[in-house]
Protein backbone atom coordinates (compact mmCIF):
# COMPACT_ATOMS: atom_id res chain seq x y z
CA UNK A 1 0.00 0.00 0.00
CA UNK A 2 1.25 3.56 -0.87
CA UNK A 3 2.94 5.64 2.14
CA UNK A 4 2.22 9.25 2.90
CA UNK A 5 5.60 9.62 4.24
CA UNK A 6 7.43 8.29 1.12
CA UNK A 7 5.01 10.76 -1.14
CA UNK A 8 6.14 13.39 0.80
CA UNK A 9 9.85 12.43 0.14
CA UNK A 10 8.99 12.39 -3.47
CA UNK A 11 7.77 15.51 -3.41
CA UNK A 12 9.79 17.70 -1.72
CA UNK A 13 12.71 15.44 -4.21
CA UNK A 14 11.15 17.61 -6.83
CA UNK A 15 11.40 20.87 -5.68
CA UNK A 16 12.86 23.63 -7.47
CA UNK A 17 13.60 26.86 -5.84
CA UNK A 18 13.39 29.27 -8.86
CA UNK A 19 9.90 28.03 -10.50
CA UNK A 20 8.74 28.05 -7.14
CA UNK A 21 9.29 31.87 -6.49
CA UNK A 22 8.06 32.15 -9.89
CA UNK A 23 4.45 30.45 -8.75
CA UNK A 24 4.55 32.43 -5.27
CA UNK A 25 4.11 35.79 -7.82
CA UNK A 26 1.75 34.34 -10.28
CA UNK A 27 -0.62 33.02 -7.32
CA UNK A 28 -0.47 36.19 -5.27
CA UNK A 29 0.41 34.40 -2.18
CA UNK A 30 1.67 37.84 -0.55
CA UNK A 31 -0.39 39.54 2.50
CA UNK A 32 -3.80 40.62 1.79
CA UNK A 33 -3.55 38.90 -1.55
CA UNK A 34 -6.05 36.17 -2.62
CA UNK A 35 -3.11 33.22 -2.25
CA UNK A 36 -1.85 34.53 1.28
CA UNK A 37 0.93 32.39 2.91
CA UNK A 38 0.44 29.61 0.11
CA UNK A 39 3.77 27.83 -0.20
CA UNK A 40 5.11 26.55 -3.23
CA UNK A 41 7.88 24.10 -3.96
CA UNK A 42 7.98 24.50 -7.95
CA UNK A 43 6.59 21.86 -9.37
CA UNK A 44 4.95 21.74 -12.60
CA UNK A 45 1.34 20.09 -13.11
CA UNK A 46 2.15 17.63 -15.38
CA UNK A 47 4.52 16.26 -13.33
CA UNK A 48 2.71 16.52 -9.83
CA UNK A 49 -0.38 14.22 -12.20
CA UNK A 50 2.61 11.75 -12.86
CA UNK A 51 3.45 10.95 -9.28
CA UNK A 52 -0.10 10.98 -8.18
CA UNK A 53 -0.60 8.31 -10.13
CA UNK A 54 1.90 5.90 -7.94
CA UNK A 55 -0.37 6.59 -4.58
CA UNK A 56 -3.83 5.88 -6.00
CA UNK A 57 -4.52 3.78 -2.67
CA UNK A 58 -3.98 6.40 -0.65
CA UNK A 59 -7.42 6.20 2.07
CA UNK A 60 -9.21 9.51 2.83
CA UNK A 61 -7.46 10.00 6.26
CA UNK A 62 -3.76 10.40 4.23
CA UNK A 63 -5.41 12.18 1.80
CA UNK A 64 -7.14 14.80 4.13
CA UNK A 65 -3.48 15.32 5.93
CA UNK A 66 -2.30 16.49 1.94
CA UNK A 67 -5.05 18.84 2.19
CA UNK A 68 -4.30 20.46 5.63
CA UNK A 69 -1.16 20.63 4.37
CA UNK A 70 0.62 24.42 3.56
CA UNK A 71 1.94 23.35 0.48
CA UNK A 72 0.31 23.78 -2.57
CA UNK A 73 1.52 21.26 -4.61
CA UNK A 74 0.75 18.31 -1.71
CA UNK A 75 -2.55 19.92 -1.52
CA UNK A 76 -3.04 19.44 -6.06
CA UNK A 77 -1.62 16.16 -5.54
CA UNK A 78 -4.49 15.09 -2.96
CA UNK A 79 -7.04 16.28 -5.37
CA UNK A 80 -5.52 14.31 -8.31
CA UNK A 81 -5.33 11.31 -6.05
CA UNK A 82 -9.28 11.74 -4.89
CA UNK A 83 -10.17 12.49 -8.68
CA UNK A 84 -8.46 9.05 -10.04
CA UNK A 85 -10.55 7.30 -7.03
CA UNK A 86 -13.84 9.49 -7.72
CA UNK A 87 -13.31 7.76 -11.85
CA UNK A 88 -12.67 4.52 -10.95
CA UNK A 89 -16.30 4.44 -8.91
CA UNK A 90 -17.72 5.97 -11.30
CA UNK A 91 -16.32 2.97 -13.89
CA UNK A 92 -17.02 0.45 -11.46
CA UNK A 93 -21.01 2.46 -10.52
CA UNK A 94 -20.49 2.48 -6.96
CA UNK A 95 -22.42 5.25 -5.97
CA UNK A 96 -21.66 4.93 -2.49
CA UNK A 97 -17.08 5.19 -3.00
CA UNK A 98 -18.89 9.12 -5.38
CA UNK A 99 -20.94 10.10 -2.46
CA UNK A 100 -18.19 9.68 -0.07
CA UNK A 101 -15.51 11.30 -2.29
CA UNK A 102 -18.25 14.17 -3.10
CA UNK A 103 -18.99 14.87 0.76
CA UNK A 104 -15.76 14.92 1.92
CA UNK A 105 -14.75 17.19 -1.24
CA UNK A 106 -16.98 19.41 0.06
CA UNK A 107 -15.86 19.49 3.35
CA UNK A 108 -12.65 20.52 2.77
CA UNK A 109 -13.46 23.54 0.62
CA UNK A 110 -11.16 25.68 3.05
CA UNK A 111 -7.77 23.58 1.61
CA UNK A 112 -9.42 23.52 -2.17
CA UNK A 113 -8.21 27.34 -1.81
CA UNK A 114 -7.02 28.66 -5.00
CA UNK A 115 -8.15 29.02 -8.33
CA UNK A 116 -5.99 25.69 -9.88
CA UNK A 117 -6.96 23.96 -6.96
CA UNK A 118 -10.81 24.35 -7.96
CA UNK A 119 -10.36 24.31 -11.58
CA UNK A 120 -8.90 21.33 -11.79
CA UNK A 121 -10.93 19.62 -9.49
CA UNK A 122 -14.37 20.50 -9.20
CA UNK A 123 -16.15 19.61 -12.65
CA UNK A 124 -15.54 15.90 -12.46
CA UNK A 125 -16.24 15.56 -8.64
CA UNK A 126 -19.07 17.82 -7.60
CA UNK A 127 -20.33 18.75 -11.14
CA UNK A 128 -20.58 14.87 -12.33
CA UNK A 129 -21.85 13.71 -8.84
CA UNK A 130 -25.00 16.43 -9.04
CA UNK A 131 -25.39 15.87 -13.09
CA UNK A 132 -28.25 13.60 -12.17
CA UNK A 133 -29.16 14.94 -8.90
CA UNK A 134 -30.58 17.94 -6.92
CA UNK A 135 -27.91 21.02 -7.50
CA UNK A 136 -29.47 23.18 -4.57
CA UNK A 137 -25.93 22.75 -2.80
CA UNK A 138 -24.99 24.86 -5.81
CA UNK A 139 -26.95 27.61 -5.34
CA UNK A 140 -25.90 27.48 -1.36
CA UNK A 141 -22.25 27.65 -2.47
CA UNK A 142 -22.58 30.77 -4.79
CA UNK A 143 -23.93 32.46 -1.75
CA UNK A 144 -20.80 31.58 0.10
CA UNK A 145 -18.75 34.43 1.75
CA UNK A 146 -16.05 32.09 0.52
CA UNK A 147 -14.11 32.98 -2.62
CA UNK A 148 -14.01 29.64 -3.92
CA UNK A 149 -17.08 27.88 -2.45
CA UNK A 150 -18.28 30.54 -4.93
CA UNK A 151 -15.96 29.77 -7.66
CA UNK A 152 -16.77 26.15 -7.34
CA UNK A 153 -20.49 26.78 -7.56
CA UNK A 154 -19.68 28.27 -11.17
CA UNK A 155 -16.87 26.24 -12.44
CA UNK A 156 -18.73 22.77 -11.92
CA UNK A 157 -21.20 23.45 -14.09
CA UNK A 158 -18.79 23.31 -17.22
CA UNK A 159 -20.13 19.50 -16.49
CA UNK A 160 -23.53 20.04 -17.25
CA UNK A 161 -22.73 22.27 -20.09
CA UNK A 162 -20.77 19.34 -21.68
CA UNK A 163 -24.38 17.43 -22.05
CA UNK A 164 -25.99 21.23 -23.05
CA UNK A 165 -27.57 21.79 -19.62
CA UNK A 166 -27.37 25.25 -19.61
CA UNK A 167 -29.80 26.45 -16.95
CA UNK A 168 -28.04 26.19 -13.78
CA UNK A 169 -24.79 28.09 -15.62
CA UNK A 170 -27.21 30.84 -16.25
CA UNK A 171 -28.99 31.15 -12.89
CA UNK A 172 -25.51 30.81 -11.29
CA UNK A 173 -24.39 33.25 -12.84
CA UNK A 174 -26.94 35.26 -12.26
CA UNK A 175 -26.68 35.27 -8.61
CA UNK A 176 -22.63 35.88 -9.02
CA UNK A 177 -23.39 39.06 -11.53
CA UNK A 178 -22.29 41.06 -9.23
CA UNK A 179 -19.78 39.65 -7.52
CA UNK A 180 -16.82 42.04 -6.49
CA UNK A 181 -13.56 39.31 -6.81
CA UNK A 182 -12.17 39.77 -10.13
CA UNK A 183 -11.68 35.85 -10.20
CA UNK A 184 -15.38 35.42 -9.94
CA UNK A 185 -16.05 37.49 -12.32
CA UNK A 186 -13.69 35.77 -14.77
CA UNK A 187 -14.89 32.58 -14.02
CA UNK A 188 -19.00 33.48 -14.83
CA UNK A 189 -17.53 35.33 -17.75
CA UNK A 190 -15.48 31.52 -19.01
CA UNK A 191 -18.79 29.88 -17.80
CA UNK A 192 -21.39 31.65 -19.93
CA UNK A 193 -18.57 31.85 -23.01
CA UNK A 194 -18.68 27.63 -22.98
CA UNK A 195 -22.51 27.63 -22.21
CA UNK A 196 -22.24 29.96 -25.80
CA UNK A 197 -20.48 27.59 -27.50
CA UNK A 198 -23.53 25.25 -27.32
CA UNK A 199 -26.54 27.58 -27.66
CA UNK A 200 -24.97 30.94 -28.56
CA UNK A 201 -28.93 32.34 -28.71
CA UNK A 202 -29.18 31.67 -24.92
CA UNK A 203 -25.68 33.15 -24.04
CA UNK A 204 -26.95 36.30 -25.82
CA UNK A 205 -30.36 36.65 -24.49
CA UNK A 206 -28.48 36.74 -20.92
CA UNK A 207 -25.88 38.97 -21.81
CA UNK A 208 -28.95 41.67 -23.37
CA UNK A 209 -30.15 41.58 -20.14
CA UNK A 210 -27.60 41.87 -17.82
CA UNK A 211 -24.63 43.48 -20.15
CA UNK A 212 -25.38 46.95 -18.25
CA UNK A 213 -24.78 45.32 -14.88
CA UNK A 214 -22.13 43.24 -15.64
CA UNK A 215 -18.74 43.78 -14.71
CA UNK A 216 -16.66 45.18 -17.57
CA UNK A 217 -13.97 42.08 -17.00
CA UNK A 218 -16.96 39.26 -16.60
CA UNK A 219 -18.48 40.48 -19.99
CA UNK A 220 -15.23 40.61 -22.22
CA UNK A 221 -14.53 36.61 -20.89
CA UNK A 222 -18.22 36.15 -22.06
CA UNK A 223 -17.75 37.56 -25.65
CA UNK A 224 -14.42 36.62 -26.09
CA UNK A 225 -14.94 33.98 -29.12
CA UNK A 226 -18.07 36.59 -30.74
CA UNK A 227 -16.82 38.66 -33.98
CA UNK A 228 -15.13 41.90 -33.64
CA UNK A 229 -18.76 43.65 -34.81
CA UNK A 230 -20.94 41.30 -32.40
CA UNK A 231 -17.89 42.36 -29.83
CA UNK A 232 -17.66 46.33 -30.38
CA UNK A 233 -21.60 45.88 -29.86
CA UNK A 234 -21.82 44.67 -26.72
CA UNK A 235 -18.95 46.56 -25.00
CA UNK A 236 -20.59 50.36 -26.15
Keep these: MASLNKLKKEISLLADKKQA ?3 QRFFKTKKGEYGEGDIFLGIKV ?10 LDLDLVDIQALLNSKIHEERMIALFILLEQYKKAGKEKN ?10 YLKNTKNINNWDLVDLSCRDIVGNYLLDKDRKILYRLAK ?11 ISTSEFIRYNKLEDTFKISELLLCDKHDLIQKAVGWMLREAGKRNKKAEIKFLLKHKNKMPRIMLRYSIEKFSDKERQSFMR
Design 144 to 154: SNHLWERRIAI
Design 46 to 55: PVQRNVSKSF
Design 21 to 23: ENL
Design 95 to 104: ESIKKQIFDF
